[in-house]
């Protein structure tokens, strides 16, 4: 470390303790665990009913689940483009294309889409969302080294940042990651660290849960230390317990923290957001109060009473059609039934009224849940449109948070990766590049470092991105003659085409082949003065536009080979 900083377990702990007394002071820490609890149906924690009914009625998770399933619904698809007078003599295409194909790559292996609803997840009902990735050395990669990039979520309780009054993470002095992990798991990383003093590695509690009797004999409270060293501009990383050093500080080479962070609503000088469940909870309570004292009149006053004279009769009888025995006097006068107490239909009124303005102020109305009756198609979609506007700032946000995630990727690939064998059979076109001695298809990550690229994330709901709608077009312009075959399969998305990359190598063989004197053009491959080929009415022998174009439409209705995030 260049900035002369050097980390300590004992100053890394007050940094950990620090972070600890700011979430109790300003009660986030029984904020996230009260929602929670409400949020999978323990409405009633630490409430003395003393018997009485406790139902829940629980439209939190509902209201929750479907506003995450609706905004993470869409198609997503990370793009990165060259800046303008950017690489020097690199070819920019040939870059973004690799770029573009680890994407799909890495979020296919990482399931981001389900990291995606789980991170939503824990917004809602948290008020915050973190993705953590690293460099698994150990990962199997498909090439002669190992190592991938991993991305996890992990809670908001368990991250503390150096600044909490900013919640950009890239302005961060620094940030701290705790785990719990298993104590022998711990001890034998630190012994792989050179670890001197292993039995300085103890089990230990959960400093975020003093209340609580969490002892555990085979859990250890784990730290990670992240900061900017202000020479490098790196980020480096320390780890280690309450009392011991699990692996000195390093220099992971990343520009960038590995972090990325979402609020579902932002609080002014707090780090920490405000959860969509947290202004709900008062309206769950109320509900469940009144469907209590509903169920508590109808068990005592909804069943009919009977009123009779014990003076005449000792001993009332229920059995069916028993005898009951009357000494002397009117038989009408010795008992009289007492009707139920009738409940007013205005607490039931009350109820619904109340559900479903929640419902309809957080855009779940019942169009959009799909309990409405479908007569008119067109005003249905309207009102679904219009119930997905309050929504619409968090899914900005989200969509925000994963370009941020794809920054960090570009980051990992060009410190980790090296120079590695593309996958001919995607995006990337094959080329021969030099690697020492060799000549064979292989890219140098490495120039990520030199270049900027921009990135764009292409959504289905946003932006009406559709790979259907773009085969369509190559379609019509094939069958028009306005593209060749080779410009339509370059264009053709992955997965389409079975080895596309072959199909594309014996085409290109053959239009080299035809620019010699004395060869013919094949069709499809265009003239050398760059115009297209006469259709096949003017070449006897040839094949239609309509009939090659018919061979591929066979050829795109297989079921695609690698579908990557759609």
């Not at 702990?13 to 820490?29: I, P």
């Not at 368990?158 to 909490?164: I, P």
């Not at 000494?327 to 009124?349: E, L, M």
Request: net charge negative; with cysteine.
């Amino acid at each position: 470390m260049k900035n002369g900083y050097s980390p300590t377990v004992s100053g890394v702990w007050k940094d950990f303790e620090k972070g600890l007394a700011f979430n109790v002071q300003t009660g986030f820490s029984d904020t996230v665990q009260t929602n929670e609890n409400f949020f999978i149906g323990k409405q009633w924690e630490g409430v003395l009913s003393n018997g009485l009914p406790t139902p829940v009625f629980n439209f939190l998770k509902r209201v929750v689940l479907f506003t995450v399933a609706g905004i993470t619904s869409s198609c997503v698809k990370m793009q990165a483009s060259a800046m303008p007078d950017d690489g020097g003599s690199l070819d920019m295409g040939e870059v973004t294309d690799t770029v573009n194909h680890e994407f799909e790559r890495l979020f296919e292996e990482n399931k981001l889409l389900m990291l995606m609803r789980e991170l939503l997840r824990n917004t809602a009902v948290d008020g915050d969302g973190c993705t953590y990735t690293y460099w698994d050395p150990d990962a199997p990669s498909g090439q002669f080294c190992s190592g991938a990039v991993v991305t996890e979520v992990i809670e908001n309780s368990r991250v503390f940042f150096g600044n909490t009054s900013d919640r950009r993470v890239e302005r961060q002095p620094y940030i701290l990651i705790m785990s719990r992990e298993m104590t022998d798991d711990v001890r034998a990383r630190a012994k792989k660290n050179g670890c001197a003093d292993l039995e300085m590695v103890k089990s230990d509690t959960d400093e975020r849960k003093p209340d609580q009797n969490n002892a555990q004999d085979e859990l250890t409270t784990v730290l990670l230390k992240l900061w900017r060293d202000s020479d490098t501009g790196t980020i480096w990383c320390y780890e280690c317990t309450k009392n011991a050093e699990i692996r000195k500080a390093w220099d992971t080479g990343l520009t960038r923290y590995p972090i990325t962070w979402l609020n579902w609503d932002y609080v002014q000088d707090s780090y920490h957001g405000q959860a969509m469940v947290t202004g709900l909870i008062p309206n769950q309570i109320f509900i469940n109060k009144l469907y209590a004292m509903s169920m508590i009149s109808l068990m005592t006053t909804a069943y009919p009473k009977i009123v009779y004279d014990k003076t005449r009769v000792s001993k009332w009888d229920n059995r069916v059609g028993a005898a009951i025995p009357v000494q002397g006097g009117d038989v009408n006068s010795v008992a009289r039934i007492i009707d139920p107490a009738q409940i007013s239909p205005q607490i039931a009124q009350f109820i619904q009224m109340a559900k479903e303005d929640t419902l309809s102020a957080l855009g779940a109305t019942s169009v959009a849940l799909g309990d409405a009756r479908p007569d008119n198609t067109s005003a249905i979609i309207a009102l679904q449109k219009a119930a997905a506007v309050p929504n619409e700032l968090t899914r900005q946000n989200l969509y925000q948070n994963l370009e941020d995630l794809g920054r960090i990727y570009i980051d990992f690939m060009g410190e980790y990766y090296g120079t590695r064998r593309l996958d001919t059979a995607g995006t990337v076109k094959q080329s021969t590049r030099p690697v020492g001695n060799l000549q064979s298809p292989f890219f140098n990550f490495d120039v990520l470092k030199t270049i900027n690229l921009s990135l764009k994330l292409d959504v289905g709901a946003s932006s009406y991105w559709s790979e259907i709608a773009a085969m369509q077009t190559l379609d019509n312009l094939l069958m028009r003659g306005k593209i060749d075959l080779i410009d339509y399969l370059e264009r053709v998305p992955d997965g389409y085409i079975i080895k596309k990359q072959e199909l594309l190598d014996k085409l290109e063989s053959a239009k080299a082949g035809a620019a010699q004197p004395g060869m013919t053009a094949p069709f499809g491959m265009g003239n050398t003065a760059g115009a297209m080929v006469q259709p096949a009415m003017s070449r006897p022998g040839m094949p239609t536009i309509g009939a090659q174009a018919e061979q591929l439409q066979q050829l795109l209705q297989r079921p695609p080979t690698a579908p990557g995030l759609r």
